[in-house]
């Protein structure tokens, strides 16, 4: 089974522009979460999407959007760039049966903000 | 809005030893709380978690328990091994929210 694939990994931009991230969940996963880590903030929760709704949202900025696609692939959108947005973005996509729950991470995209 | 405390945020042991990691949250809403382990330049992994009608969970060496009362939940390893070092995440969650803690760096030295 194919891992949680993240697009792309490395970008730079710089501020005021905007940015479009791209997470494919694992087959048969029709929950996508999206986190920024960064080493001053550490780990924060963004929004989770679940078929093609956002289902909850964290402490974050408009700038900051989402959505998920029928495929259950989401992107975010980082609008008006600051340098304070530099950040590595990890999403995991996770699936809740009636015994367990499980949850993978991507390897994550790193922005650069100039 | 919910507030997670983590500590310690350095934690060195000796392999074979235990390690407890301590967090305590705010908000007496959150009712689910994974942990995750991430190793150097490798992304985060959700190694164990327990909701909130559940006061003890296990798997293999590593337990959480639970105090909703005292609003505070621990990360037990037993029997340390080198391949345990890393940085352990708790995070706190309730319906439309999550927060994690600021993370613990654990070494265990062979």
């Known amino acids: 089974k194919a891992g949680v694939t993240q697009t792309p990994r490395y970008l730079i931009k710089t501020r005021g522009q905007q940015v479009t991230l791209s997470c494919s969940p694992i087959s048969g996963h029709r929950s996508v979460s999206w986190y920024q880590q960064t080493p001053g903030q550490g780990l924060q929760f963004l929004f989770e999407?679940?078929?093609?709704?956002?289902?909850n949202k964290g402490n974050f900025p408009g700038r900051f959007s989402g959505r998920q696609f029928s495929n259950s692939r989401s992107e975010m959108n980082v609008s008006t760039l600051e340098l304070g947005d530099s950040a590595l973005y990890l999403c995991?996509?996770?699936?809740?049966?009636?015994?367990?729950?499980?949850?993978?991470f991507g390897p994550g995209t790193r922005l650069t903000v100039t | 809005g919910e507030n997670v405390e983590q500590h310690p945020s350095t934690l060195s042991v000796q392999e074979g030893d235990s390690a407890v990691i301590k967090c305590t949250y705010s908000d007496s809403a959150s009712n689910y709380f994974p942990w995750y382990k991430q190793e150097l330049g490798k992304r985060p992994q959700l190694i164990i978690d327990?909701?909130?009608?559940?006061g003890e969970k296990k798997d293999q060496r590593i337990a959480v328990t639970l105090n909703k009362t005292a609003k505070h939940f621990s990360l037990h390893i037993t029997e340390t091994q080198p391949e345990d070092s890393a940085v352990y995440f708790c995070a706190a969650s309730r319906k439309d929210d999550m927060r994690f803690g600021a993370g613990t760096r654990l070494t265990v030295k062979p």
């Open positions: 327990i909701r909130s009608n559940v």
């Open positions: 999407y679940f078929s093609e709704t956002q289902r």
């Open positions: 995991a996509s996770s699936l809740l049966t009636s015994g367990s729950y499980e949850q993978y």
